[in-house]
């Protein structure tokens, strides 16, 4: 059974930038048939694809995030990770990793999520 | 890509059922069969529901079905039961591959 689990500082000042980590566990992240992605929901509302990052390194960003994100990969200690830059209050959400599909773009395996607030 | 569009509520009682609409675009949902729904409860992380518009995961109840008819995906709920009460999101392909999921607004159902 493959579990997917977010870990990160809850808190985040102004302007600074927001670090999470997704750790997988019961199957691999380097294998060729999925994406591994971050999704995030701000409290009562819906749910925002962020970006997504295949094993080789290779990532796609929401547009309206793209020049402040970055995700990366670490095969060898079957992680993903997101970094979010110059965040402000509207950055405030609970923060999901998940696998997607390669090929049928649905998402199988969620994290828990993580509640992410910025606050001074 | 703007996001699908669905009703912000629905409700029913128990034992009747209710069904659910995403509408998209030519672009998305009326261009491929990758429309998949989640069901989150509250406080909880979202469950997927429907895949490939139609298919079940196992382990998710025969009440729950979806189904497609040009820009609009649908997911019902047969034999509405109180724990059916949650947000239901749908997620399309939307073709590119720079940015190729949108979701929709999110539905509550409400199980009078």
């Known amino acids: 059974q493959v579990q997917l689990q977010e870990s990160g500082p809850g808190l985040v000042k102004p302007s600074q930038t927001l670090s999470l980590t997704c750790t997988v566990s019961g199957g691999s992240i380097s294998s060729g048939s999925y994406y591994w992605s971050w999704i995030r929901q701000p409290a009562g509302k819906g749910l925002e694809w962020i970006g997504r990052?295949?094993?080789?390194?290779?990532?796609n960003y929401n547009p309206s995030l793209k020049s402040r994100v970055t995700i990366s990969v670490d095969t060898s200690k079957n992680q993903f990770s997101l970094k979010l830059s110059s965040v402000t209050a509207a950055d405030t959400a609970v923060y999901y990793c998940?696998?997607?599909?390669?090929?049928?773009?649905?998402?199988?395996?969620w994290g828990q999520g993580t509640l992410v607030t910025v606050s001074s | 890509q703007s996001a699908l569009t669905q009703p912000a509520s629905v409700s029913g009682s128990p034992g009747q059922s209710i069904t659910i609409s995403c509408t998209g675009t030519s672009s998305d949902v009326g261009s491929y069969n990758l429309v998949s729904w989640y069901q989150q409860h509250p406080g909880k992380a979202p469950k997927l529901m429907i895949y490939?518009?139609?298919k079940r995961p196992s382990g998710v109840s025969n009440r729950f079905s979806g189904s497609k008819s040009g820009n609009t995906a649908s997911l019902t709920i047969s034999g509405l039961q109180a724990e059916d009460e949650a947000d239901y999101y749908c997620?399309?392909?939307?073709?590119?591959?720079?940015?190729?999921?949108?979701f929709g607004t999110g539905t509550k159902v409400t199980v009078l």
């Open positions: 998940a696998r997607l599909g390669i090929q049928l773009y649905y998402f199988d395996y």
């Open positions: 490939e518009v139609s």
């Open positions: 990052i295949y094993t080789s390194g290779s990532t």
């Open positions: 997620c399309s392909y939307a073709g590119s591959s720079t940015f190729p999921l949108v």
